[in-house]
């Protein structure tokens, strides 16, 4: 069982930036394929970012350039970068672990889910 932890979510103004970070309780994290989700209320949970084992990276298309996900296999750790941030971007954003998965962008796929970290962006 691994256990996923997100931090980083806040309050901040449109046009502001914030980190989020998921830490995993797991020796191997190096074989989880790491993915960020979101789910705003009233919607469905949506993909944003995803990063396999040597780094290589996929995002949703709404991304356009404002986030970027990388992780420290030393730490254990997934970060999302979030810039340029718009108020539609409010929402929970979850943290997700994928056993040797490749990059994927669909939720079902993922073995293990943190309790997610909210963002909320004031216009």
């Known amino acids: 069982q691994v256990q996923l932890v997100e931090s980083g979510g806040g309050l901040v103004q449109a046009g502001g930036s914030l980190r989020l970070s998921c830490v995993a309780s797991?020796?191997?994290?190096?074989?989880?394929?790491m993915g960020w989700f979101r789910q705003a209320p009233g919607k469905e949970r949506e993909f944003v970012a995803a990063i396999n084992w040597d780094g290589t990276t996929y995002y949703a298309i709404f991304v356009k350039g404002r986030f970027a996900i990388s992780r420290d296999n030393i730490k254990n750790t997934a970060y999302l970068q979030m810039n340029s941030l718009k108020p539609e971007d409010t929402a929970l954003y979850y943290c997700a672990a994928g056993l040797r998965l490749r990059l994927s962008s669909i939720s079902n796929e993922y073995n293990y889910w943190g309790q997610g970290t909210q963002v909320t962006v004031s216009s």
């Open positions: 797991t020796r191997t994290f190096s074989s989880y394929t």
